[in-house]
């Protein structure tokens, strides 16, 4: 495993037509390791996903994603979308979903080949999804699409994975699963950067935390992060009760 | 039967007509199936509007109708991509002002000519019967760039209309992406305006891709092929049922007009067809297997494909 960090953030600020919507946000994200961002919605979580992947110039501050650019990386880096924020009457299958992770591998023009059909089959193997390879992705389940996208992900062969609220419309059942398919990934040296209104998922899947509101409130390890008192800097007087009953929203 | 499907084509403007007709169906049947599954309807739309001053403008100057449409179809594919990145403006805004402002352009120029309303006409609704070889070589020639550049791009074009955040997120430049559609899109509805005519194009590029939308699930090309199926098939129904009406009936049938509307009628039918055999599908499984895509209420009756 490299020692390159995955991730590394000094100071980063992000602004759309010059208003400032993240500011100061500073950490490191090792191989193998798991941050979840926490804050209410516009509290810039989809806005420095996006800044890791190259889609959002920097206001301030540097940002290096595996010791490159976030464009340079962008290979190496797999992005997980809401599941919801798909069509599912598209016309496509859960196969050829998977296999979209490696269209930059494969290039211009060229048609998938038996090794990335077998990749892609591997990776749905990994998410126990092998069964619906053929079925139309827009049939299955909420957490059976995002289990599909994150199959998409590991076909990418990524070393850094961000995920947009993975949790969000998911039940329980599937959480376990999910938890179980990041856990390997994570075991395999793949980082992770998670998006999440779920503190309890936070402390399941993620080592660190950070919690935003427009700037960094504090990043760290869970434990520390998570506090009742960095809670009420992000979300307010009335955190707790806003943490604990907010299942989770689209702010992208 | 058969006798009725050839008969109407054994002279050669007819011929003409038909290859004409088959070669729109087939290309407006595989371009519009991007078209829809990006849900640009509207922005085509506008499209065939825009294309309008162009023609009238090679019209009154006695240029090429191709010509004109294509460079004010390119200004337009550009001038749409362009605002529409701005974000104060909605697309829906920047085609709605677009498509008015160069309609109006052309009502304009075309009323400078002397026969006003006859130019018009031709303008707006076509003159597929009066297609010459070398209007069959254009669009040819349209086709085949058009259907390479598909072809060439479909994986791409797929997963921009399927995912546009994670086509950026790999690194592909969805603008880029976009421009190339939009210019497609503007090519075809060039290639077509001369047979069926600017208020017509829409329904080449329309209707057949929502017919193979209603018949596939899982797969784009074979949207692809069965839109460019009935888009052939609209072309060919369409002349013979112009020719039948005109030659035997004395109904004066409009050819382009007839196309769109056999068009019309071939989605009802697939429509119908499509709606029923769930409808008796879901009758004759479990309860539990219903399919939720339809909701059909009264009664419905059964109807062979």
Known sequence: MSRTPALELQHVAVAYDRLIVLEGVTGTVAPGESVALIGPNGSGKSTLLKAILGLVPLQAGTLSVLGQTPQRARRSVAYVPQQDTLDPEFPVTVQQ????????????????RQADRDAATAALAQVGLADQANARFGTLSGGQRQRVLIARAIAQESRLLLLDEPFNGVDSATQVLLLQVLADLRA??????????????AHIACGD????????VAFGPVDDVLTAEHLREAYGPNALAIVSS??????? | MIRLLTEPFSAPYMQRALVEAVMLGVLGGIVG???ILRRLEFMADA????????????????????????VTGAISAVLLTMLTRNRRVTSDAALAVLLTGFFSLGVILISRSHSYT????????????????TEIAVTAATGIFTLIVIWMLHKELVLRSFDPIAAEALGYRVVTLDLVLNVIITLVVVASVKAVGSVLVIALLITPAAIARLIVARSVAKMMAIAALFGAAGGWLGLVVSYEGSVHHGLRLASGATIVLTLTTLFFVSLLVVVVTRFLRSKNSQPALTDSDFVLSGDAFPVGP
């Open chain 2, 33 to 35: 199936v991007h078209v």
């Open chain 1, 188 to 201: 395999s040296g793949v980082a992770i950067v998670m998006s999440t209104h779920d503190l309890s998922v």
């Open chain 1, 97 to 112: 979903v998977v296999l979209m992770g490696r269209y930059r591998r494969i290039g211009w023009i060229r048609r998938p």
């Open chain 2, 118 to 133: 006859a130019d018009l006409t031709v303008l707006l609704f076509g003159r597929v019967l009066a297609i010459d070889l």
């Open chain 1, 246 to 252: 907010n299942p989770g929203q689209t702010d992208v």
């Open chain 1, 209 to 216: 935390a950070c919690v935003l509101n427009r700037r960094q």
């Open chain 2, 47 to 70: 499209l065939t509007h825009t294309v309008f001053p162009g023609m009238a403008a090679a019209f009154v100057v006695g240029g090429s109708l191709y010509v004109g449409a294509l």
